[in-house]
């Protein structure tokens, strides 16, 4: 998998071999890196001559939208559907799995919040992986920002585990009845 967003920094190669290649502000704030990969440049190019700078290349982490698509959806950042478990997400980003979920649970995708909120998130994931095979990564980008917006409006709104589990009792009811 590529990685989800990547920003390229400079420095001497005695900055980058001392880890001090820094993000700095941007914009009205400062982001906050999470790392997946630090990727050191430095030596000679066979002729013994040191380059004039090196570079850091960094992953930021992803924001709520992609991280949304692919915990839950198993898309990536281009649209590509490849379902990955915890584990594997947290290898992508060279995290812990507590770390992924401290991750998710900042951006309010945790799953204890997503599982009590009252959004059919397992028709969504059907939905998903059985248009993956028929649609090509736009068409697919599409269609999860679509779900994320109904996500997005469904959160907050909880999830009625009495009356689900009551309305399927009176389905087994039914059924029973017409056999």
């Known amino acids: 998998m590529t990685p989800l967003r990547t920003v390229h920094l400079t420095g001497s190669p005695g900055q980058v071999r001392s880890g001090a290649c820094r993000a700095g502000?941007?914009?009205?704030g400062a982001f906050a890196f999470e790392f997946m990969r630090l990727a050191i440049y430095h030596g000679s190019d066979g002729r013994g001559a040191t380059p004039p700078a090196a570079a850091c290349e960094m992953t930021m982490a992803p924001d709520?939208?992609?991280?949304?698509?692919?915990?839950?959806?198993?898309?990536?950042?281009?649209?590509?559907?490849?379902?990955?478990?915890?584990?594997q997400i947290a290898?992508?980003?060279?995290?812990?799995?507590?770390?992924?979920?401290?991750t998710l649970r900042k951006l309010n995708l945790h799953p204890d919040?997503?599982?009590?909120?009252?959004f059919?998130?397992?028709?969504?994931?059907?939905?998903?992986q059985l248009a993956a095979d028929r649609f090509g990564p736009p068409d697919l980008q599409d269609m999860a920002g679509r779900i994320f917006e109904e996500f997005t409006r469904a959160v907050g709104r909880k999830r009625d585990w009495l009356?689900?589990?009551?309305?399927?009792?009176?389905?087994?009811?039914?059924?029973?009845?017409?056999?």
């Open 64 to 87: 709520r939208f992609e991280m949304f698509c692919l915990y839950y959806l198993g898309l990536n950042r281009v649209g590509e559907y490849r379902f990955l478990n915890a584990n």
């Open 120 to 128: 059919p998130m397992a028709r969504h994931q059907v939905d998903v």
């Open 163 to 179: 009356g689900e589990i009551e309305r399927e009792r009176e389905a087994d009811r039914d059924a029973k009845r017409n056999r």
């Open 91 to 102: 290898r992508e980003f060279n995290w812990t799995v507590g770390e992924l979920m401290g």
């Open 113 to 118: 919040t997503v599982l009590n909120t009252d």
């Open 25 to 28: 502000r941007v914009g009205k």
